[in-house]
């Protein structure tokens, strides 16, 4: 890679622009998150306190993702190549991205096990989320202060696919499970109470396909180019992961 030209505009164009996307969706977080203790200060100590840690936690992968751009546009300003370095800033936005994501999918999970009163399901589930999380630390620990991540994505492309297989496999295996679940319910003697599943089921497919489709988009474009677009869409599918939830 070091004698190859570097295009700026598919490497750092493409994260400026996924992390302007991604610090605008925090803003849709924080508001949603805002909404959710103000309409429901009554639901359990868990689950608030599980929303909360997980507003913290995207708040600290914005700061992060912020100052990797700021470093890459600004502190290093004219080093074309500085853009192929990952900044510890960088590590630590690898990190929070192995806790949401998974954090998130879990909880789904656990709406699964509340909707079925089954555990075999929910322990897939579970079992791809710690896979992700294991691979996707795996990642941040081989890549971390590396000079090169170009060079990184192609020598470990297949630890790369793999940890975007287990997020687009798991939010299919979500989608499908609690549309399942959530059909036999549709036979309520009460109209509303129908309208209400009708439109679980029209939602819980609606934000499957975005994160699933969003995944499989990254795939792609990993194989098809050697550049930081499919970077900027996870960026931006981290923030999808906690505004699907």
């Avoid at 941040?140 to 997020?167: C, K, M, N, P, Y």
């Amino acid at each position: 890679m070091a004698d190859q030209p570097l295009n700026l505009s598919t490497t750092l164009g493409a994260l400026v622009i996924g992390v302007l996307v991604s610090i605008f969706l925090f803003g849709v977080v924080t508001l949603q998150t805002f909404t959710y203790y103000k309409k429901f200060p009554d639901d359990r100590w868990l689950l608030k306190t599980f929303v909360g840690v997980t507003w913290v936690l995207e708040l600290i992968h914005a700061i992060v993702i912020t100052h990797t751009i700021y470093y890459y546009s600004v502190i290093r300003y004219g080093d074309r190549r500085a853009v192929l370095e990952l900044t510890t800033a960088g590590d630590i936005a690898v990190f929070m991205t192995a806790i949401i994501g998974p954090a998130v999918q879990g909880f789904y999970a656990h709406r699964i096990y509340i909707l079925s009163s089954h555990w075999i399901i929910p322990a897939i589930v579970w079992l791809l989320c710690f896979l992700r999380f294991m691979s996707t630390l795996t990642l941040g620990a081989i890549t971390r202060g590396t000079l090169d991540t170009l060079a990184s994505q192609h020598e470990w492309q297949w630890l790369f696919v793999t940890t975007l297989v287990l997020s687009a496999s798991t939010d299919v295996l979500i989608t499908a499970s609690l549309c399942y679940y959530l059909w036999p319910h549709r036979g309520a003697t009460f109209r509303r109470t129908k309208t209400i599943i009708d439109k679980l089921i029209l939602w819980t497919i609606e934000t499957g396909l975005v994160t699933s489709c969003g995944t499989t988009i990254q795939l792609i474009l990993f194989f098809v180019a050697e550049d930081y677009i499919w970077m900027a869409l996870y960026l931006i599918s981290t923030r999808c992961m906690f505004l699907c939830g």
